[in-house]
């Protein structure tokens, strides 16, 4: 299954792509292809127990724009 907060943009509202790009809804930026493949649990991950951003966010219950992956995990 593919995680619902992923989605695939062909602009960032300023600037066309030549292809779409994945993009991270809870964190409301742009992901690399690698992290879009944990989000599509490609290559044995699933996005549910692999996806810091993905536990966060249903943690919390809540959308956390702007979320920092840096602060202690």
Known sequence: MVCPHLDYRD???????DHE????????????PMEADLCRDRH?????TH???????HAA?????GLNLEDGD
């Open 11 to 17: 602009s960032d509202g300023e600037q066309a792509f």
């Open 21 to 32: 790009r994945p993009y991270c809804e809870i964190q409301a930026a742009f992901v690399s």
């Open 44 to 48: 044995d991950f699933h996005h549910e």
């Open 51 to 57: 996806c810091a951003v993905y536990q966060r966010h």
């Open 61 to 65: 219950d809540q959308l956390v724009p």
